[in-house]
């Protein structure tokens, strides 16, 4: 017998190897060989650690019949890779199922991050629609606080509304009210009684305490304690307030009268048909109130008093569509002043007419808000102080200044002589001064 390298040894007794098919068995058969040929150890992904050594052994296939490699050309050999190749397979089964698995476990624990960007698309202010106001319980509440006015001149009696500033120790009532009510009586030289009339009907007798020209106002006292339920304004402030803030007018129950508007402009100089100026008022896009309903408390969506309807008589044809109040800032100074008797201050910064930093242009300015100097009086104390028409104020007496509300506000806290710091924007640069209230001309 012919021996082949590769081929089993014939010295080999076989006793350690199982007996393989002849090779003209059925391997042998053209039709019945390996479904795969195997591959040598260098072309296969795996190899036993035995075969990756210089001299393992490498698979032949002997030739059958009819030239066909079928027949491993070694058992020992052919017995290995049987072995290597089912383990093998068991390896990459158990690997492919045990990440198949783990695959699945993660699938469905796993933890997807997500941006915290709204998923909704942002809707406009029309489409979310504005918080409603319950106008009805404003006016219940301001009720117990309004009273109707009736003086007796020589001419006749004139009417409007009052509002129940304070209450002494002593039960008198003090209210503050429209100047104008006494205006004809005062040109007169003449005015008889004074009556005020609470919410319920009852009616006692006042006196004039005083009134102050420039601001437009006047407080009575009524002389005998009120028996009738009252209370005192709940008081707000004018800072409050920006241009197309919705407010209500309320007059008292006895004349009753209510008319919602949006403030136009809170600091406004009115020319007068009697050619007299006044100026820090309230500009209220509102239908004019009639004489009768001057001194109507103008309320905010909180139903705080934020200002005085007064009954003017503008020049400007523009300006007769508009109402127009006294900041209530304004009105509890000269009320207590008046109430005190002491002489009535108008702290004074020399700027009228001045005008709100659009919020765009404030964020683009990088601001919290501002307001535009209007005109600057050049003999005023903050024409003195170096600011100009145009230029933007952004704080006064520490305080910042993100409104004409703001402003107007923070001037009337201070006092004529105070020396106080204000901040402003010109020309780009931001400056600091000091600039000295003084009494506003007329006033004093």
């Known amino acids: 017998m012919e021996y082949r390298p590769g081929a089993p040894d014939p010295s080999d007794d ?12 059925d391997w042998a058969a053209p039709d019945d060989g390996p479904v795969f040929a195997w591959l040598p150890p260098e072309d296969r992904l795996w190899r036993h650690p035995s075969e990756r050594s210089s001299g393992a052994p490498t698979l032949e296939l002997a030739t059958g019949p009819g030239g066909r490699r079928g027949t491993p050309a070694r058992s020992g050999v052919l017995r290995s890779s049987w072995a290597i190749a089912l383990i093998a397979g068991l390896i990459g089964a158990t690997a492919a199922t045990g990440v ?14 997500r941006s ?13 629609g504005p918080q409603a106001t319950d106008w009805t319980a404003i006016d219940d509440s301001a009720s117990l606080s309004v009273v109707a006015v009736t003086v007796d001149g020589a001419s006749g ?47 006692s007798k006042a006196v004039l305490v005083g009134t102050d020209a420039l601001s437009g106002l006047a407080v009575i006292k009524v002389t005998s304690p009120a028996s009738a339920v009252v209370s005192p304004a709940d008081l707000g402030s004018v800072a409050s307030l920006s241009d197309a803030t919705a407010v209500l007018a309320v007059g008292s129950r006895s004349a009753p009268s209510l008319s919602p508007g949006l403030v136009s402009a809170q600091d406004r100089t009115v020319s007068l048909v009697d050619g007299t100026d006044m100026d820090g008022l309230l500009a209220v896009s509102m239908t004019a109130v009639s004489p009768s309903a001057s001194g109507n408390p103008l309320l905010n969506q909180f139903g705080q008093v934020v200002g005085l309807t007064l009954g003017l008589q503008p020049a400007s044809q ?40 659009p919020s765009a242009m404030a964020h683009q300015m990088g601001l919290a808000g501002g307001v535009l100097a209007g005109n600057v009086s050049s003999t005023g104390p903050a024409g003195r102080a170096g600011v100009q028409t145009h230029d933007i104020i952004t704080s006064l007496d520490g305080q910042p200044v993100t409104s004409t509300g703001t402003l107007v506000a923070e001037v009337d806290r201070c006092l004529p002589g105070d020396a106080v710091p204000i901040t402003y924007l010109h020309s780009g640069r931001t400056l600091t001064t000091t600039v000295t209230i003084t009494n506003e001309p007329g006033g004093d």
Not at 160 to 169: E, K, M, P, R, Y
């Open 14 to 25: 076989g006793e350690d190897l199982p007996e393989f098919p002849d090779p003209a068995g």
């Open 100 to 113: 198949g698995v783990a695959s699945g476990m993660l699938l469905q624990s796993r933890t997807v991050l």
């Open 116 to 128: 915290t960007a709204a998923s909704t698309p942002s809707i406009s202010l029309a489409a979310a």
């Open 157 to 203: 009696p004139a009417a409007g509304s009052g509002l129940i500033f304070s209450q002494s120790a002593d039960g008198h009532t003090f209210v503050v009210t429209d100047r104008t009510i006494f205006a004809r009586a005062l040109a007169d030289g003449y005015f008889g009684s004074i009556q005020v009339t609470y919410p319920t009907g009852e009616s």
């Open 318 to 357: 523009s300006d007769q569509a508009l109402t127009f109040a006294a900041p209530i800032d304004e009105v509890s100074r000269v009320a207590t002043e008046l109430v005190e008797g002491v002489p009535v201050s108008h702290p004074w910064l020399g700027i009228t007419d001045p005008i709100d930093v």
